[in-house]
């Protein structure tokens, strides 16, 4: 039933397999960085995250780790990703990727075509680490310029060119431009680099790009490293409220490996957020469910739902991809309300699993009470099967 109510509302839109593969290294994850929870908002965004500065694990682990999970030949990696995000902790990067690591990397940017994405170190002895490595060839920054903190407070300019891709400009009908910052750094841009926005009031550039290699990939650097304030972070400090920062990077991303940019970003910024709503009610049914099954009811029919409305996910990435941005809501939003749906029928389900465990428990201890108070009324109170006690003597 759900499964031909999600066709009618998708229109009968095939499943598609498109999307974008993001490869993270860095201080990445839940434990440090806000990208995480910007890319799991998006629909065609598969992403794995390589983190090189968590604290829960040992260098020796890290190590392994690294080894483990990077792709081990470039076919692979080109298989799997599309755009390679390293940020923060560069000199972590450095030590636990290895020569043929970094080499793999450098020939998928140079010669296949893979976006790359750096945020500008916030350490001179990182900018330094980076600045030996030959990916600091691929990028338009120059690690040798001069490490530089831009301190006091700072504001973005978005350039407005037109020949420029609309990555930042439609952010600033929204206001993007009044959010203030407490600190960057100093980007030293490569000559044939291409500015989009500007840090004022120190007018040095705040996000810069060029195209490099065979196949013109295109490798770009950022001011501010994406945890920081400025983006709505509160990673490292009180946020500047910037409620558009994980929709810009996701701009630049889509950018990155030759997507259109969002320009409604509005809408897509409401879209992202009700499916960010239906993952975390979907999480919540699905932990009911169990929950209920543990208790041996019978959960068959949540299951099938729930099972059709996770398949319901397909459709929504297909619309989303092709950009059809308000037909995607409306689906979303169905979506929503019928896991509403399945998690009211979990309730009622398990209300009525606890009111047959009630009345099981409060049999079983009435009975134990009746059993026990008949056997002490007969014993103590009717005295039916008292004998007393009698003294014998014995017969010669």
């Given at each position: 039933?759900?499964?031909?109510?999600?066709?009618?509302?998708?229109?009968?839109?095939?499943?598609?397999?498109?999307?974008?593969?993001?490869?993270?290294?860095?201080?990445?994850?839940?434990?440090?960085?806000?990208?995480?929870?910007?890319?799991?908002?998006?629909?065609?965004?598969?992403?794995?995250?390589?983190?090189?500065?968590?604290?829960?694990?040992?260098?020796?682990?890290?190590?392994?780790?690294?080894?483990?999970?990077?792709?081990?030949?470039?076919?692979?990696?080109?298989?799997?990703?599309?755009?390679?995000?390293?940020?923060?902790?560069?000199?972590?990067?450095?030590?636990?990727?290895?020569?043929?690591?970094?080499?793999?990397?450098?020939?998928?940017?140079?010669?296949?075509?893979?976006?790359?994405?750096?945020?500008?170190?916030?350490?001179?002895?990182?900018?330094?680490?980076?600045?030996?490595?030959?990916?600091?060839?691929?990028?338009?920054?120059?690690?040798?310029?001069?490490?530089?903190?831009?301190?006091?407070?700072?504001?973005?300019?978005?350039?407005?060119?037109?020949?420029?891709?609309?990555?930042?400009?439609?952010?600033?009908?929204?206001?993007?431009?009044?959010?203030?910052?407490?600190?960057?750094?100093?980007?030293n841009p490569k000559m044939g680099s291409t500015t989009w926005a500007y840090v004022e009031p120190f007018g040095s550039a705040f996000f810069i790009s060029w195209t490099v290699g065979d196949k013109s990939a295109r490798a770009s650097n950022v001011a501010c490293e994406l945890d920081e304030p400025w983006w709505g972070s509160e990673y490292r400090g009180a946020s500047s409220q910037n409620p558009w920062g994980g929709d810009l990077f996701l701009n630049i991303v889509y950018w990155s490996v030759g997507k259109e940019p969002v320009t409604d970003v509005f809408m897509v910024h409401t879209l992202r957020t009700a499916y960010e709503d239906y993952l975390v009610l979907r999480?919540?049914?699905?932990?009911?469910?169990?929950?209920?099954?543990?208790?041996?009811?019978?959960?068959?029919?949540?299951?099938?739902?729930?099972?059709?409305?996770?398949?319901?996910?397909?459709?929504?990435?297909?619309?989303?991809?092709?950009?059809?941005?308000?037909?995607?809501?409306?689906?979303?939003?169905?979506?929503?309300?019928?896991?509403?749906?399945?998690?009211?029928?979990?309730?009622?389900?398990?209300?009525?699993?606890?009111?047959?465990?009630?009345?099981?428990?409060?049999?079983?201890?009435?009975?134990?009470?009746?059993?026990?108070?008949?056997?002490?009324?007969?014993?103590?109170?009717?005295?039916?099967?008292?004998?007393?006690?009698?003294?014998?003597?014995?017969?010669?």
């Amino acid at each position: 039933m759900l499964a031909a109510v999600l066709l009618v509302a998708a229109g009968l839109v095939a499943e598609s397999r498109e999307g974008i593969g993001l490869m993270l290294l860095g201080d990445v994850g839940k434990l440090g960085s806000p990208v995480n929870d910007w890319l799991e908002k998006d629909f065609i965004i598969d992403y794995f995250e390589i983190p090189l500065a968590q604290k829960a694990l040992s260098e020796k682990e890290l190590e392994r780790y690294t080894a483990i999970y990077f792709p081990r030949t470039l076919p692979r990696l080109l298989e799997l990703y599309d755009m390679i995000v390293i940020c923060e902790e560069e000199e972590l990067f450095t030590k636990y990727t290895t020569s043929k690591q970094k080499m793999l990397m450098y020939e998928a940017v140079g010669k296949e075509g893979v976006a790359i994405f750096n945020s500008v170190p916030n350490e001179d002895f990182e900018e330094a680490a980076w600045a030996g490595t030959i990916l600091a060839e691929l990028m338009p920054h120059d690690y040798l310029g001069g490490f530089k903190t831009l301190s006091g407070g700072f504001k973005v300019a978005v350039e407005s060119r037109g020949d420029l891709a609309p990555v930042f400009t439609p952010f600033v009908k929204l206001g993007i431009e009044r959010y203030v910052g407490p600190w960057c750094r100093r980007l030293n841009p490569k000559m044939g680099s291409t500015t989009w926005a500007y840090v004022e009031p120190f007018g040095s550039a705040f996000f810069i790009s060029w195209t490099v290699g065979d196949k013109s990939a295109r490798a770009s650097n950022v001011a501010c490293e994406l945890d920081e304030p400025w983006w709505g972070s509160e990673y490292r400090g009180a946020s500047s409220q910037n409620p558009w920062g994980g929709d810009l990077f996701l701009n630049i991303v889509y950018w990155s490996v030759g997507k259109e940019p969002v320009t409604d970003v509005f809408m897509v910024h409401t879209l992202r957020t009700a499916y960010e709503d239906y993952l975390v009610l979907r999480s919540v049914t699905l932990a009911l469910v169990e929950f209920i099954d543990s208790f041996g009811a019978n959960v068959g029919s949540l299951e099938r739902d729930l099972a059709e409305l996770s398949e319901g996910r397909s459709v929504a990435r297909r619309l989303y991809y092709e950009q059809r941005y308000e037909e995607a809501l409306d689906y979303v939003q169905r979506l929503f309300e019928l896991m509403k749906e399945v998690e009211a029928r979990a309730i009622k389900l398990k209300e009525r699993s606890f009111m047959w465990m009630y009345v099981s428990e409060w049999l079983i201890v009435s009975g134990t009470l009746f059993v026990t108070g008949f056997i002490a009324w007969t014993l103590m109170v009717k005295r039916r099967l008292y004998r007393d006690v009698r003294v014998t003597r014995a017969a010669r």
